[in-house]
């Protein structure tokens, strides 16, 4: 699909890119303010944070396969378990960045985070191209143009402006943070589509951006900041695969002041580093002053539809990992910057937290 | 005995009585219902699709009933619950279809499933029912993606649907009548009659001169004439429309030539569009406001207007099995 429906070049810089966008809504500026689900949380309470799993996958369309039964009473209890155990592990805060079109299920996360105490952001965005419904690939219209830049930071923007839907229903709470993706194989126009109207909306309503990166991350991070998104407002995901290490991008990304998602913890193979291996790298990036840029996630996935999840517990990262970077000398200093304070000044909605 | 799947459940063909054969209650694109600028209230979607149903009903009452055969496919809006409503309070039989209108509306599950998993899907939405509403799909939805050529998704949604309307008894039809080789191998390949398939959307603007219409006819294949009242002469007409006299006259040219047995007529008309603004005042009734006169004017009598829109559709929904020798 993310051949066929590629269409056209990218798209030219515009100036003043939040000009175009509408203007934030007024509420309660509080500087230090995070979108969950349940509302504005001051980024003091967030605690150890995780900031790339996802509770509720659901491949686009599993929803409608005739032998997937989604049973929401089974979801709820398994997702409650699983972060029950993270609360009882010394967890406080779960980023579910799936965005808004891969299960996001945002009365049952309002729910889960009654019951167990856990804070939960959801997120707005959705990619890469080959997960987009026709509605943006091929519009109703001759010929059918994919949608650009500026309609996915309307489309987004307003789910951390006004509120996220429930489709066709509601809007609910604020969108936490803008997750996009770019295709594996190489970015698509609509790719960088995507990534320019997640990083035009982030920058106009105060978000942070994640990037599931694709196969170049320097030129992720360059469109990123064509869209005058500051560097440390973005998340670039799969800094913990082999071939992101193997051309140096952790580095890369963090002196250029972003983030660096480190955020397959506990999946280890041909394509991720082992957590062993995982260890080292955050340990030279913190031995070139870069513990600043490092933020922790395993990509679990709480429940999943239509393709095999990962089967990670949200414990895994203190259970398992965090033993393992003190085993590596990291010290508790810096596992707390990464796990508490890193999240906490992304998360918070004008990035402004000290 | 002759059996139809309704959304309220099998009824048998003598009941169907006026048949419009390509509609939607209401289509969108997948991810429209993302975009809250399409949204409306339950009482808007009720407010503007039951007073379209209701008079079709009436308008209907010369043939004893009126069906509706929806035309949105998986992924597309599609909405069970909702038509079941709706055909319970208006008395309008609604017929749902199974597949999709293309291989551009298959969401990634679906664009990464078999042939083999497609059949079943589209057997259990016939055999069994529709997600949880129990509600059966009486007709297979397939279609052309964007472009006008056959994509590699669109055929397999083509083979899965023969396989399917062979074992069900279920027909077919197809959103385009365009690039129509690919289609007519694979239900030679598959064994499959083309009369059971409605090759729909043959009148539109945008297709023209790209229908190898003599092909179809020869296959054996029904002809849609489908999307009457998508009038170039409307104040802003969308880009698949067609001026009206060309297309009635079109449609007159097999009436008048004998092939009145190969061809089905009607209006694609959205009662509540889900992703997209709409025709403003195109309905299913254009088939009795407009169609029905012009008909009746170019001297096409009552007989013949019964085979069109009561007889040959009954004849076409159906289920007919067919059994591999």
């Keep these: 699909m993310c051949t066929t429906h590629s269409r056209g070049s990218a798209e030219p810089v515009p100036p003043f890119t939040s000009l175009f966008l509408e203007r934030p809504a007024k509420r309660d500026v509080a500087a230090r303010n995070v979108n969950t689900v349940l509302g504005p949380v001051d980024a003091d309470q967030l605690g150890v944070t995780l900031i790339g799993e996802s509770l509720k996958y659901v491949l686009p369309g599993a929803e409608y396969a005739f032998d997937i039964t989604i049973d929401r009473a089974e979801v709820f209890e398994t997702l409650a378990a699983k972060l029950s155990a993270f609360k009882a592990a010394g967890g406080g805060t779960i980023v579910d960045a799936t965005g808004m079109f891969m299960g996001r299920d945002l009365r049952l996360y309002e729910s889960l985070s009654r019951e167990t105490g856990v804070h939960i952001v959801a997120t707005s965005g959705q990619g890469p191209e080959s997960m987009l419904g026709g509605y943006f690939l091929t519009p109703q219209t001759n010929p059918p143009t994919p949608w650009p830049a500026q309609k996915f930071g309307e489309l987004f923007g307003r789910e951390v402006n006004e509120g996220m839907v429930v489709p066709r229903l509601e809007r609910r709470a604020t969108a936490g943070m803008i997750c996009t993706a770019v295709t594996a194989t190489g970015m698509t126009p609509t790719d960088s589509s995507l990534v320019r109207g997640a990083s035009r909306a982030a920058a106009t309503y105060g978000v942070p951006v994640y990037i599931r990166n694709g196969a170049d991350a320097p030129a992720e991070l360059a469109l990123v900041l064509e869209e005058t998104l500051p560097a440390d407002r973005l998340v670039m995901g799969g800094m913990d695969r082999r071939d992101a290490v193997a051309r140096g991008w952790p580095l890369a990304l963090a002196q250029a002041g972003a983030r660096v998602g480190i955020d397959h913890i506990g999946t280890e193979g041909s394509d991720f580093l082992t957590d062993a291996e995982r260890g080292a790298l955050i340990t030279s990036l913190i031995g070139a002053g870069h513990a600043d840029k490092i933020v922790l996630s395993s990509s679990a996935t709480g429940v999943a539809f239509g393709e095999p999840g990962n089967d990670l517990p949200f414990t895994h990262i203190l259970e398992r990992f965090v033993p393992l970077l003190q085993a590596a000398g990291v ?13 906490a000044q992304l998360l918070a909605v004008t990035g402004d937290i000290q | ?48 699709t039951v007073p379209k149903l209701r008079t079709f009903h009436e308008n209907a009452q010369p043939w004893g009933a009126a069906t509706f ?11 069970l619950d909702y038509y079941k409503s709706l055909s319970a309070k208006t008395e309008v039989h609604i017929v749902a279809s199974t597949g999709f209108v293309g291989g551009d509306t298959a969401l990634p599950f679906f664009e990464r499933a078999s042939v083999e998993y497609l059949t079943d899907q589209f057997i259990h939405e016939i055999d069994v029912g529709i997600g949880s509403s129990g509600a059966k799909a009486g007709i297979i939805k397939v279609g052309v993606s964007r472009g006008f050529k056959m994509k590699d998704l669109d055929k397999r949604i083509y083979r899965a649907a023969a396989r399917a309307s062979k074992a069900t008894g279920a027909p077919i039809f197809t959103h385009l009548a365009v690039d129509s080789g690919p289609a007519l191998e694979i239900f030679a390949e598959e064994g499959l009659p083309c009369h059971r398939v409605l090759f729909g959307h043959a009148d539109d603007g945008i297709s023209q001169g790209r229908i190898d219409e003599q092909s179809l006819l020869d296959a054996g294949g029904r002809i849609g004439f489908d999307t009457f009242g998508y009038d170039l002469e409307l104040p802003d007409p ?13 449609f007159l040219r097999y009436l008048n030539n004998g ?29 009795f406001d407009e169609l029905l006169p012009d008909l009746r004017q170019a001297g096409i009598d009552d007989v013949m207007i019964d085979r069109l829109f009561a007889r040959n559709p009954a004849e076409f929904l159906s289920l007919q099995p067919i059994a591999d020798h």
Excluded at chain 2, 14 to 39: N, Q, R, T
Excluded at chain 2, 238 to 250: A, N, V
Aim: hydrophobic fraction near 35%; glycine fraction near 10%.
């Design chain 2, 238 to 250: 969308p880009f698949w429309g067609r001026k009206r006299q060309e297309r009635l006259d079109h």
């Design chain 1, 331 to 343: 010290s508790q200093e810096h596992i707390d910057q990464m796990l508490i304070a890193n999240a």
């Design chain 2, 1 to 48: 005995m002759t059996r139809v799947n309704t959304v309220l459940g099998t009824v048998p063909a003598a009941e169907l009585g006026f048949v419009a054969i390509h509609e939607h209650i209401g289509y969108g694109m997948p991810g429209c219902e993302l975009d809250s600028k399409w949204w409306k209230t339950p009482e808007e979607r009720y407010n503007e």
């Design chain 2, 259 to 287: 092939l009145i047995d190969q061809v089905l007529a009607s209006a694609d008309a959205n009662c509540s569009p889900l992703g997209w603004p709409g025709v403003k005042g195109h309905t299913v009734n254009y088939l």
């Design chain 2, 69 to 79: 055969v929806d035309a949105t496919g998986i992924c597309n809006g599609r909405d």
